[in-house]
């Protein structure tokens, strides 16, 4: 099963897979993740009703069948780390629910050698889940304590290719733009320009844009999840996929 997984997704899980085994994490609960996995494509079937994502890339599915999603989570959350479910990672935030990240991971269709740039580190999930996909993830996590701890973790479990950075992800990341893919895992209310700015022709980037959480009801889902695609001339359409929940994209407060 690894083995099959190292083919498909080339070297750049081979790091990461040798230090998973030896501490232990890696091959650990591939049932689950297994599981995790089929639950992902009963539900992308029912909510993609015919459209693109019912059927959802085979590579996406193989990265979240390799990646330990429960070496991501506080020692309390394991034992859910493989229920389809956000979980609490500390410092108020969550780490997405796994079907969102196989929707959002399988609309930016990433290559391999591509430039991803992630907002909204979190646990770090997310950008391992990209890293066996692309050729450089670049992450920005605006608060400094989550930022150090996926750092450690990624790492930690080998995910050679991925760059952490504390700042607030409102400006993208300049020094290493323009990106071939943009994903965004916090909602902001508009798309942020830089990170528009940033996008190379073709690119195409993955955000959830609307209202804050706070301003709605338990339960409600204020934000669209939306795809947007740069042309080659540098026009940019915006498609709406599906209403979502995220956390707000929160801003740095000015300094004193
Ligand atoms: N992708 C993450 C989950 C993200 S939760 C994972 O796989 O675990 C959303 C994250 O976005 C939180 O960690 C939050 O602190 C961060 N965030 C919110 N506003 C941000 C901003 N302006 N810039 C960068 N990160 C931000």
Redesign the pocket.
Not at 93 to 96: F, P
Not at 119 to 126: A, K
């Given at each position: 099963m690894l083995r099959a997984a190292i083919v498909a997704l080339g070297a750049g899980i081979l790091a990461a897979a040798a230090a998973a085994g030896e501490n232990g994490r890696g091959p650990e609960r591939g049932s689950e993740r297994r599981r995790m996995v089929e639950d992902i494509e009963r539900q992308s079937l029912s909510i993609g009703n015919g459209r693109d994502f019912a059927q959802l890339d085979a590579r996406v599915l193989d990265a979240m069948r390799t990646v330990p999603r429960h070496a991501?989570v506080p020692a309390s959350a394991s034992p859910l780390a493989y229920a389809d479910r956000p979980l609490d990672?500390g410092s108020g935030?969550?780490?997405?629910q796994p079907l969102v990240v196989a929707l959002m991971t399988h609309l930016l269709q990433v290559r391999p050698g591509d430039r991803v740039l992630e907002?909204?580190?979190?646990?770090?999930?997310?950008a391992a889940v990209l890293s066996l996909l692309a050729g450089q993830v670049y992450s920005?996590?605006?608060?400094p304590e989550?930022a150090a701890k996926a750092a450690e973790t990624l790492s930690r479990l080998g995910y050679a290719n991925v760059k952490v950075r504390a700042g607030?992800?409102?400006h993208g990341w300049a020094e290493h733009a323009p990106y071939d893919r943009i994903i965004v895992?916090?909602a902001p209310e508009h798309v942020p320009p830089a990170l528009l700015a940033q996008l190379k022709p073709h690119g195409r980037l993955v955000i959830p844009v609307g209202a804050s959480i706070d301003a709605v009801a338990p339960g409600v889902e204020p934000q669209d999840l939306m795809l947007i695609e740069k042309a080659g001339d540098g026009t940019a359409t915006s498609s709406r996929i599906i209403p979502v929940r995220f956390?707000p994209?929160?801003?740095d407060r000015p300094r004193q």
């Open positions: 991501f990672i935030q969550t780490i997405s907002i909204g580190t979190g646990s770090g999930y997310q920005v996590e605006i608060l989550l607030d992800g409102y895992t916090a956390l994209l929160t801003r």
